[in-house]
């Protein structure tokens, strides 16, 4: 069982979860911090509770707004814990690909959506690829 | 296998490649339309939109029906989408294999009235619809995987 935290500067955790949810059609438990909105929240002993709290087979998948932003480089001290994975630069694209059933082992699996999350920024102009029929 | 064919004017979009083919498993999708077999810009688009490990292969309503007859997509867990109530119709009749119509998404239009949130028919496709309940396709109105499920003659 994968728990979910997105922290940003400002409302776009918020913003993200609600769309979010909105596309699964119902409350993924993703939960939103957002930092600097609130003076007294002190967002990372927040998650640290998280960590403390998740079961030996729980994994905690946090995601920041920006790589070197301060919300990350405050998360960076989970970076390297077991059972904590921390994800940079988050999309919707990512968090859709983390709500998708995944076997695999947790780094690979992470990994892998995080490269094809990268995929999903698009400057519609020009598409990409080919429309080649494909059949049955 | 069927694992869904749902009617959604805007094909697919972030609920039906992240929710709907979760949901299912499916790991084929069939855009079954007339207009978007020859719209090599849409086609491209709905390739990037797709997801991952799932095939997506687009036809028009006759050959869509002639795949589905011929037996060719019976190892796929398969995943219909079309546009609209009459592509519903006209698909069904050229073939017996969709038991089940998820009704997900329609426009309203020019004397269309709501049948749900999201789902607005006109007369016209109301009729339709009759027709293939009377033929025994069960048609439910279901946005989400998640949302409750309403039998579409309880309420038409």
């Given at each position: 069982m994968n728990h979910i935290i997105v922290a940003t500067h400002g409302k776009m955790a918020e913003g993200i979860v609600d769309t979010l949810n909105l596309i699964m059609g119902f409350d993924t438990g993703v939960k939103a911090i957002c930092a600097y909105?609130?003076?007294?929240?002190?967002y990372v002993s927040v998650i640290q509770q998280e960590v403390n709290s998740l079961k030996p087979d729980e994994q905690l998948i946090v995601c920041t707004d920006?790589?070197?932003?301060s919300v990350n480089n405050a998360c960076m001290?989970?970076?390297?814990?077991?059972?904590v994975h921390l994800i940079a630069g988050i999309n919707l694209n990512l968090l859709l690909q983390l709500m998708v059933p995944n076997t695999e082992p947790i780094e690979k699996a992470l990994s892998n959506i995080v490269a094809s999350a990268k995929d999903?920024?698009?400057?519609?102009?020009h598409l990409e690829g080919n429309a080649d029929e494909m059949d049955f | 296998m069927i694992v869904l064919t749902r009617i959604d004017?805007?094909?697919?979009h972030g609920q039906v490649v992240y929710a709907w083919i979760n949901f299912t498993n499916a790991d084929c999708i069939l855009i079954a339309d007339d207009t978007v077999v020859n719209d090599e810009f849409r086609k491209k688009a709905l390739k990037l939109a797709k997801p991952e490990n799932c095939k997506l292969v687009f036809k028009n309503i006759q050959e869509a029906a002639e795949a589905l007859n011929s037996g060719v997509t019976d190892k796929y867990k398969l995943c219909i989408i079309l546009q609209t109530v009459d592509d519903a119709y006209r698909l069904c009749k050229k073939t017996d294999?969709?038991?089940?119509?998820?009704?997900g998404l329609s426009q309203k239009k020019e004397g269309s009235k709501a049948v749900s949130k999201a789902v607005y028919v006109n007369e016209e496709e109301k009729q339709k619809l009759i027709e293939m309940m009377q033929k025994g396709v069960h048609i439910y109105l279901q946005q989400g995987p998640r949302d409750s499920l309403k039998s579409l003659e309880d309420i038409l």
């Open positions: 909105t609130e003076e007294e929240v002190d920006l790589f070197g932003g001290i989970f970076a390297e814990e077991w059972n999903g920024l698009i400057y519609c102009r | 004017y805007r094909l697919l294999v969709i038991k089940e119509i998820n009704f």
